[in-house]
């Protein structure tokens, strides 16, 4: 029986129209360097400081500590412009589902690769929080932890917040890349792409995983997720 279902935020539990992506290309190319669709993807679902400088150095720039913050703030800047001018919505079917997994004694923890400034002005406007009476049980932002994705370290983070401590009891979802190889570092029993996101189902079974879905709205009827006998 799985203990805690660790879910990624933007794309996979919340749609915000695609706002990062252009938000992640803005910020970089403002540098006055190319951003190619095949890097972005690469870099999707990472730490966005990690994210800016990498695809700043693979557009052939140099990627300074100073130009890395200019641009996250940015970065930031066009995401809350962005939401402001379409507010984020939970993707059809998630409420519904984190709460069937609640109520199944599975915790609920999203991780993201958005800073706290971020994530949390994000989850207030959908009403969602971890806090007493909220619809989750844990979040984890990327600056909570040593690296960001691929690196397992936001996964273990939702364990030692929720109290699992056994990680083959522990189920993950993303639409990225990055995400499905988050959840196999950090040895998840059950490691799920969604297709909620920009990758097709085709992409995600070049990368190890347990199941595609269509949505995380699925997570419930997975096996693994019924309630015990």
């Known amino acids: 029986m799985i203990e805690l279902a660790a879910l990624d935020m933007a794309g ?27 890097d972005l993807q690469t870099w999707m679902g990472t730490d966005k400081r990690e994210a800016i400088a990498a695809l700043v150095r693979l557009g052939g720039g140099t990627p300074t500590p100073d130009l890395v913050e200019e641009s996250y703030e940015a970065f930031a800047q066009f995401l809350r412009d962005a939401y402001r001018a379409t507010p984020p919505q939970a993707i059809p079917g998630v409420e519904a589902a984190l709460a069937e997994l609640r109520g199944r004694g599975i915790k609920v923890a999203l991780t993201t690769g958005f800073s706290a400034d971020v994530a949390y002005p994000l989850l207030d406007s959908l009403g969602w929080s971890a806090g007493e009476g909220g619809n989750l049980d844990a979040v984890v932002t990327s ?38 190889e988050a959840g196999t570092n950090a040895g998840a029993g059950v490691v799920v792409g969604v297709l909620t996101g920009e990758l097709t189902r085709t992409a995600f079974e070049a990368h190890p995983h347990t199941y595609v879905l269509a949505s995380a709205a699925a997570l419930p009827t997975l096996p693994e997720t019924q309630p015990t006998a």
């Open 12 to 38: 996979t539990t919340i749609n915000e129209s695609g706002a990062v992506y252009r938000a992640l290309r803005t910020a970089v190319e403002r540098t006055g360097v190319p951003v190619t669709e095949a």
């Open 143 to 180: 600056d909570e932890v040593p690296r960001g994705r691929p690196a397992p370290h936001m996964i273990h983070r939702a364990m030692e917040k929720t109290g699992v401590i056994d990680t083959r009891r522990v189920l993950t979802a993303g639409d990225t890349v990055v995400d499905v």
